[in-house]
């Protein structure tokens, strides 16, 4: 069975920083390609961005956080991290973590529902 458990959020100032994490087993988190999506109130769930399995080398980022929001994982301690800079109030939303859609298919607004797995989500609130 494939369970993810984000933890990090909180609310923050704008201009503020954050780190998400998104914990599995080892295996879980080296071979699958792994997606956060965010979903704001009233909104779809957004995939913004992704990295894939060991050995891909891909990663993937929407515009809306491209340059701001960087992807990683930490094998050793079976987590992928989301550190996210430059918060804006847009920012604001619930935070998942997903399995297992290759990095390629993130361009697809449909994307969330490709894939099977999902964590519980965590809070994210940007406002002064």
């Known amino acids: 069975q494939v369970q993810l458990v984000e933890s990090g959020g909180g609310l923050v100032q704008p201009g503020g920083s954050l780190r998400l994490s998104c914990a599995s087993s080892v295996f879980i988190l080296d071979y699958y390609h792994i997606g956060w999506f965010r979903q704001a109130p009233g909104k779809e769930r957004e995939g913004i961005s992704c990295i894939g399995s060991v050995g891909s080398n891909t990663i993937y980022y929407a515009d809306s956080v491209k340059g701001r929001f960087t992807i990683s994982r930490d094998s050793a301690n079976g987590t992928v991290y989301l550190q996210m800079n430059s918060l804006k109030p847009g920012d604001t939303g619930v935070y998942y973590c997903?399995?297992?859609?290759?990095?390629?298919?993130?361009?697809?607004?449909?994307?969330?529902?490709?894939?099977?797995?999902w964590g519980q989500g965590t809070q994210v609130s940007v406002s002064s």
């Open positions: 997903a399995a297992d859609t290759p990095c390629s298919y993130y361009t697809d607004s449909n994307v969330a529902h490709y894939n099977e797995y």
